[in-house]
């Protein structure tokens, strides 16, 4: 009969102690979970060499206070994912050529009156074959939190906090920097160069090589007019047609008479021309329907003046 009440009596225990200890676990904080950081989302960078090396100076020259290596994602080990995520090395084995991922500094402090300060300096070095530099970019960041005085300043949510802030500002500014001064070192993901598109265009101005040439008689056409009026101007008219105001020698008249008939036509050819110029067989540019139905007068054709010099005292004939 009696060791029915114990086992009673253990279980009553039970009953009371257990629910208060799964009480008190319940009161303290559970551990956060902080996810790691990567950045294959933000693009890849192809360089045109053949190895990529990750050098950490932060390793051997450790900033007095540093307290990054508290944070969930160090500043030092976030940079190597960056470099890892986004640095290809695209180029042949003939290019030769290595790439320098350097990280400088990178380190997290918890400044006086609870503050913390974060800074981040990396370069990339581009060496030939010889090891020697022929091309860099740099980039840096810093970062202030102010985080509340109340609560752990240096709690794994803070230090994280301040490490993806910089983060953030170190991709963009690195990114830039790289296209900016080792744009002659960029390839696409199959090794061809970014840079080596060279853009057409045609000159203003220049002559289209597919229009159709002039006609040898369509070149011709204005100097035929030029020496058709020109010869009209120089005819000399016919007997009994003579201006008033020219006075001929009997001389002169005779040779220049005798040199004209052999290009001057005949007086009724030429009359006939002079009575044909003025009419136009084709409506006019301006009243195409004719508003003016008086018929023009006929042109009157007589020398240049001052193309015959004779004598002023002689009488024509």
Not at 14 to 26: D, E, I, K, Q, S
Not at 45 to 61: C, F, G, M, P, R
Not at 299 to 306: D, F, H, N, V, Y
């Amino acid at each position: 009969m009696m060791p029915f009440p114990r086992m009673r009596l253990s279980h009553l225990v039970a009953a009371f102690v257990l629910p208060a200890a799964l009480a008190g676990c319940a009161d303290q904080p559970q551990p956060t979970r902080f996810a790691p950081l990567s950045y294959e989302y933000l693009g890849q960078i192809h360089l045109n060499v053949a190895t990529l090396d990750v050098v950490d100076n932060s390793v051997a020259n450790p900033e007095p206070g540093d307290i990054g290596y508290k944070s969930p994602s160090p500043p030092d080990h976030t940079l190597r994912q960056m470099a890892a995520d986004r640095l290809i090395a695209t180029g042949n084995a003939a290019a030769a050529s290595t790439a320098h991922f350097v990280i400088d500094r990178a380190f997290i402090l918890h400044q006086p009156g609870g503050t913390l300060d974060g800074q981040m300096d990396i370069h990339l070095d581009i060496l030939n074959p010889e090891g020697r530099r022929v091309a860099t970019a740099s980039a840096q960041a810093t970062q202030t939190l102010h985080p509340d005085p109340s609560q752990d300043v240096e709690s794994p949510a803070n230090l994280y906090e301040i490490t993806k802030d910089m983060m953030q500002t170190i991709n963009v500014e690195f990114e830039y920097q790289i296209r900016h001064s080792l744009n002659k070192w960029l390839v696409d993901a199959g090794g061809t160069p970014m840079n080596n598109a060279i853009q057409t265009q045609p000159l203003t101005g220049a002559p289209d090589a597919t229009a159709p040439a002039p006609s040898a008689a369509a070149a011709s056409t204005p100097a035929a007019d030029t020496m058709s009026d020109t010869k009209r101007l120089t005819e000399l008219p016919s007997a009994g047609t003579t201006p008033a105001n020219v006075s001929v020698d009997s001389a002169s008249t005779d040779t220049a008479s005798s040199a004209a008939q052999s290009s001057t036509p005949a007086p009724a050819q030429a009359q006939a021309q002079a009575q044909a110029a003025p009419q136009e067989s084709e409506p006019s540019a301006i009243f195409p329907a004719g508003t003016d139905d008086t018929p023009a007068p006929a042109k009157t054709l007589s020398p240049k003046a001052g193309f015959l010099t004779l004598p002023a005292n002689k009488k024509t004939r």
